[in-house]
C-alpha cells in the first residue's frame, strides 16, 4: 500500500508570492494533519481536518490556510510569503482510534525555500 | 510556560552498547506520549506510543518508560546498530490542547561501528 504521498518534494518562492502544497493521505485514512519543521526543530502543528473539517488550528497566522478534499486528500497554501516560512512542510495522515490516540503517518515533506 | 526538552546534545555512542534518550516536559499532562524516528530529509516515523496508565512498553530492541511523576519519558535501544543513526522525536498528546500533537526538537544519536 502506498503511504502518504506529498507534492512538490522541493519548491523555491520569492517574498510576497504564494504555494499550495498537496498531500495524499494513506488509503481510508480520514484524517490529515499538517506540521512546519525549521532546521534544527521538531515538527509544528498548523492544522488538522477530519472528514473535510478544521479539526485543530496551530499557533499559525492567517497566510496559512488548508483544506480537504472529498476523496480525504489536502492542500495546504500559504499567502504572502516571508522568508521565516522558509522550512520542511509535513503531511501526516492518521485514523483515530480508541480513546482518540491518533499515531501520525507522515510523508516525505515539501521543502520549501523562500528567497 | 510549556515545554518539552530532549537531550540537545547529540548522543554518541559504540555500536552494542544501549542508547537511552531524555524527554522531559513541563505544564503539559498528557494523556499519550509517542516517539518517532527521523532521517535527514525525509518524515518522522513512528516507533512507539505509551500511555499515562502504562510505565514501560517494548518493541523488539526499543523499550519506552514514562513516568508522569517526574513528567520525563526515557526510550532505549538496546543492542544498537549503525542503522539506529538518526534523530528521534518526542510527542505529547494533551486533552487540555485538543489532542493535538507537540513535538520536542529531537536528539540526534549517533551508533559507531
Known amino acids: 500500500d502506498a503511504g502518504v504521498t506529498q507534492s512538490p518534494t522541493h519548491l523555491i518562492k520569492t517574498r510576497g508570492q504564494q504555494v499550495t502544497l498537496r498531500c495524499s493521505p494513506i488509503s481510508g485514512h480520514k484524517s490529515v494533519s499538517w506540521y512546519q519543521q525549521v532546521l534544527g526543530q521538531g515538527p509544528q502543528f498548523i492544522f488538522q481536518?477530519?472528514?473535510?473539517?478544521?479539526?485543530g488550528r496551530g499557533n499559525f497566522p492567517d497566510r496559512f490556510s488548508a483544506r480537504q478534499f472529498p476523496n480525504y486528500s489536502s492542500e495546504l497554501n500559504v499567502n504572502a510569503l516571508l522568508l521565516g516560512d522558509s522550512a520542511l512542510y509535513l503531511c501526516?495522515?492518521?485514523?483515530?482510534?480508541?480513546?482518540?490516540?491518533?499515531?501520525?503517518?507522515f510523508g516525505p515533506g515539501t521543502r520549501l525555500l523562500v528567497l | 510556560s510549556q515545554k518539552i526538552e530532549q537531550n540537545s546534545e547529540a548522543l554518541n555512542i559504540q555500536e552494542g552498547k544501549t542508547a537511552t534518550l531524555t524527554c522531559n516536559y513541563t505544564?503539559?499532562?498528557?494523556?499519550?506520549l509517542q516517539w518517532y524516528r527521523q532521517d535527514p530529509g525525509r518524515g518522522p516515523v513512528f516507533l512507539l506510543l505509551i500511555r499515562e496508565n502504562e510505565k514501560e512498553k517494548r518493541k523488539e530492541r526499543l523499550k519506552v518508560t514514562f513516568d508522569t511523576t517526574l513528567k520525563q519519558s526515557l526510550f532505549h535501544i538496546t543492542a544498537s546498530q549503525p542503522a539506529d543513526s538518526a534523530t528521534y522525536l518526542c510527542a505529547l498528546e494533551s486533552e487540555e490542547y485538543g489532542n493535538k500533537l507537540v513535538f520536542g526538537a529531537g536528539t540526534i544519536l549517533r551508533v559507531k561501528s
Open positions: 481536518y477530519y472528514e473535510k473539517e478544521e479539526r
Open positions: 501526516a495522515s492518521s485514523s483515530p482510534g480508541l480513546a482518540g490516540t491518533e499515531t501520525q503517518y
Open positions: 505544564n503539559y499532562s498528557p494523556a499519550y
